[in-house]
């Protein structure tokens, strides 16, 4: 069965700290991607990753980094953690790269205090 | 840039009925239309994709309808359940893929 796996559920968190969300996913795909879900927003794409070691900016990157050193693992900082950046966080995977089916984690729900 | 319109943001039905979401979108190159259903405390899952080259994709009780040269898209689901209660997202591709704001559906028994 398809899995993406984040590592945190719910998260608490203090503005300036440093943030480090965490996704696997165990079906060997090329491409993961990170979104952000905010009410009336929909998802926005924050980074994306076609490849180990390989990044690009989605369309909301500002104060945030991502790390891919493995395949199967894709990683959101927040390197000084604003509490604008309270949100829902969703990690997906992919086959294809964008005309294919994503498949996304559970996602991490983080307040920034 | 680009972006995708979605409409109702919110809708109601009685189960049986039918329900509508209808998405505009800006780019008129995109070749791929995918809608996401989202449960609640999970992530969004693909439901039904339409590609440019046809008009219209039925899977059970779910429909995707696409009119390319008015460059929007809708959803149909007939004989609503009370499962069917989710938010329920639209998207199309443009290099990347740019999702509507979502509706979410409740469906009253």
């Known amino acids: 069965d398809v899995k993406v796996t984040q590592s945190s559920r719910y998260l608490v968190k203090r503005t300036g700290e440093k943030v480090f969300l965490e996704c696997v996913q165990d079906m060997d795909h090329e491409n993961m991607f990170w979104y952000r879900q905010d009410p009336g927003l929909g998802l926005r794409l924050i980074y994306f990753s076609y490849d180990v070691k390989m990044k690009e900016k989605g369309d909301i990157p500002e104060g945030y980094s991502v790390s891919r050193e493995k395949k199967e693992r894709f990683s959101l900082i927040l390197e000084s953690a604003s509490t604008n950046q309270t949100s829902m966080y969703l990690c997906?995977?992919?086959?294809?790269?964008?005309?294919?089916?994503?498949?996304f984690g559970e996602g991490s729900r983080l307040t920034v205090l | 840039g680009e972006n995708v319109e979605q409409h109702p943001s919110t809708l109601s039905v009685q189960e049986g009925d039918s329900a509508v979401i209808k998405c505009t979108y800006s780019d008129s190159a995109s070749n791929y239309f995918p809608w996401y259903k989202q449960e609640l405390g999970k992530g969004p899952q693909l439901i039904i994709d339409?590609?440019?080259?046809?008009g219209e994709k039925k899977d059970q009780r779910i429909a995707v309808t696409l009119n390319k040269t008015a460059k929007h898209f809708s959803l149909h689901i007939t004989e609503t359940q009370p499962e069917d209660s989710a938010v329920y997202f639209c998207a199309f591709n443009t290099g990347k893929l740019i999702f509507g704001q979502g509706t979410t559906l409740q469906v009253k028994p």
């Open positions: 997906a995977s992919s086959l294809g790269r964008w005309t294919g089916e994503l498949f």
């Open positions: 339409i590609r440019s080259n046809v």
